[in-house]
């Protein structure tokens, strides 16, 4: 992939990205006051920020180092054959039509936590 990531830079591969620029991200783009400005600024940057995460090789690279999987699908074309080979994170179809949905237990949230609580000491 040919997204930036600390040991990609570190060897060479691929150098860091763009420092943000100062302008205003389009959608906070306008006149704003003197004091607004530096408020503006965070929130633009908090933009390219997301932008930034939700790009599909960020993305990817993203999914692939933290072992979780997320619904974007402009993502999924670029995870590396082990990852998607991963059957915990893509079931075969008989394995997910064995898969039960998890519903809100109401009041018996309490009876589910005491049960847990002693598998977990054993």
Known sequence: MSTWSRSACASGRNTPPPQPDTAPHPRTAGTASILEKPVLLFISLAYAFIDFLTDPAVAAEN????????????AVPLFSEEFRSNKALFP????????????DLGDNLRLYTEAWDKVKAG
């Open 92 to 103: 075969d179809d008989a394995t997910f039509a064995k898969w039960e949905p998890l519903d």
């Open 63 to 74: 999914m692939e180092w933290t072992g979780y999987r997320a619904p974007h699908a402009d």
